[in-house]
């Protein structure tokens, strides 16, 4: 059962969860050295265990209440080792895409992300904070699941829409990217207000 699974406690719990997070790019490398496909090693679920994992790991923190971890995580300085790892996860996923160096240099991506959950937590204070409260940088995040949903499907219906309207902006086009970004924007508002916070709403008032 999960109990008896957890019953060692944090330390059972927090190398499964360890373990989850190795698989993401030790997923992507198989992806690479198997010739899987572009979804199978970008957009699947396990090729980003990784991300998951981490986000299981900040959240399991939490609820053990080990602030002290997540202090030191969040602590003064480490700002830019998230940022040489953001800046590493960058090079690997337009570099070396698709290449044993891209499947494991992503994880920087997942780390400096992670880094930056821990600090939303904790709050952030000076010009990190007064950017991070920004009212339309707030709101991108009250929508950005929506953001999620629907910004893969916005450009393939520009791919069929466009070129039978006359537009013939090809998928690299700035006009292109820029038309898709306000479209998914748009679609992921609409999301939220008519269906995503009434819903929570009303399970609130149940």
């Known amino acids: 059962s999960f109990y008896n699974l957890t019953k060692g406690g944090m330390r059972t719990i927090?190398?499964?969860?360890?373990?989850?997070?190795v698989a993401g790019p030790l997923y992507r490398?198989?992806?690479v050295v198997f010739g899987l496909n572009g979804f199978w090693y970008f957009a699947s679920p396990a090729s980003n265990l990784d991300a998951v994992g981490l986000g299981a790991l900040i959240a399991y923190w939490r609820h053990?209440?080990?602030?002290?971890?997540?202090?030191?995580v969040g602590a003064a300085g480490t700002g830019w080792i998230a940022l040489a790892l953001f800046a590493a996860g960058w090079v690997a996923?337009?570099?070396?895409?698709?290449?044993?160096?891209?499947?494991?240099g992503d994880c920087g991506l997942s780390l400096a992300f992670a880094w930056l959950?821990?600090?939303?937590?904790?709050?952030?204070?000076?010009?990190?904070?007064?950017?991070?409260?920004?009212?339309p940088l707030r709101y991108t995040g009250t929508v950005s699941y929506g953001l999620f949903l629907f910004h893969q499907f916005v450009p393939l219906a520009l791919a069929a829409v466009l070129p039978a309207i006359?537009?013939?902006?090809?998928?690299?086009?700035?006009p292109r990217y820029i038309l898709g970004t306000i479209i998914a924007f748009g679609l992921a508002a609409a999301s939220w207000?008519?269906?995503?916070?009434?819903?929570?709403?009303?399970?609130?008032?149940?």
């Open 166 to 174: 006359g537009l013939g902006w090809a998928a690299g086009d700035y």
């Open 93 to 104: 996923n337009n570099s070396y895409y698709y290449t044993v160096i891209g499947g494991i």
């Open 117 to 135: 959950v821990v600090g939303g937590i904790r709050g952030f204070h000076g010009a990190a904070g007064t950017a991070l409260a920004w009212r």
């Open 64 to 72: 053990e209440e080990r602030e002290s971890v997540l202090a030191r």
């Open 29 to 31: 490398v198989a992806a």
């Open 14 to 21: 927090t190398g499964l969860i360890g373990a989850v997070i």
């Open 193 to 206: 207000h008519l269906f995503e916070k009434p819903l929570a709403e009303w399970k609130r008032g149940r």
